[in-house]
């Protein structure tokens, strides 16, 4: 069964940084891309970045290029998304998602979210 | 990038309803790479439908996704109280991937 647990979420004051992990299993982790998006309160989800399985790949929406960093260990079967900077309007909760292989890529397995406020 | 406009923003009905909830693109999503999520608070988000009109591994056949182009549409046959949440369609077509506003599923 496929597991997505994700975790390092929590109040952060604006300009702060935060460091997202997700923790996958019951999947060969290395050969799927990974993703993060975000649900602000009262707002609709957001894709924010993708990355390859061998970690050579990676995008961006253009609201966090170059604030946030995704990464991965496939060693221990984590990504990560290192997010500096932060406003305010960045309060959402924060799902993982494993893309699949499929022609498309869909994310079909997401994580339950972990929950960002980003306030003084 | 695309834009998605889901229509009606709440859908009010009751168990035994047909639901039809719609996504309407600003461009042609020509691949019919579509998708529908179901989201409930607290939960993980569920791939309903994917390629526009495949069922995700699990989802029962009261839920079909149609359409071609511009306009898609998610069809929930016959409600079930546990159907009662938000749905977002999704094209993964064009990066960014981008989502609609969302369509609440009420019990009326």
């Known amino acids: 069964e496929v597991q997505l647990v994700e975790s390092g979420g929590g109040l952060v004051q604006p300009g702060g940084s935060l460091r997202l992990s997700c923790k996958a299993s019951g999947f060969t982790f290395s050969k799927y891309a990974m993703s993060w998006a975000r649900q602000a309160p009262g707002k609709g989800l957001e894709w924010v970045s993708s990355i390859s399985g061998s970690s050579d790949i990676t995008y961006y929406a253009d609201s966090v290029k170059g604030r946030f960093t995704i990464s991965r260990d496939n060693s221990k079967n984590i990504v990560y998304m290192q997010m500096n900077s932060l406003g305010a309007e960045e309060t959402a909760v924060y799902y993982c998602?494993?893309?699949?292989?499929?022609?498309?890529?869909?994310?079909?397995?997401w994580g339950q979210g972990t929950l960002v406020t980003v306030s003084s | 990038e695309i834009v998605l406009t889901q229509s009606p923003a709440t859908l009010s009905l009751s168990p035994g309803d047909r639901a039809t909830l719609s996504c309407g693109a600003s461009q042609s999503i020509s691949s019919s790479y579509l998708a529908w999520f179901q989201l409930k608070p607290g939960l993980a988000p569920r791939l309903l439908i994917y390629d526009a009109s495949n069922r995700a591994t699990g989802i029962p056949d009261r839920f079909s996704g149609s359409g071609s182009g511009t306009d898609f549409t998610l069809t929930i046959s016959r409600l079930e109280p546990e159907d009662f949440a938000v749905y977002y369609c999704q094209q993964y077509q064009d990066s960014p991937r981008t989502f609609g506003q969302g369509t609440k599923l009420e019990i009326k």
């Open positions: 998602s494993k893309r699949s292989t499929t022609r498309g890529g869909i994310d079909d397995y």
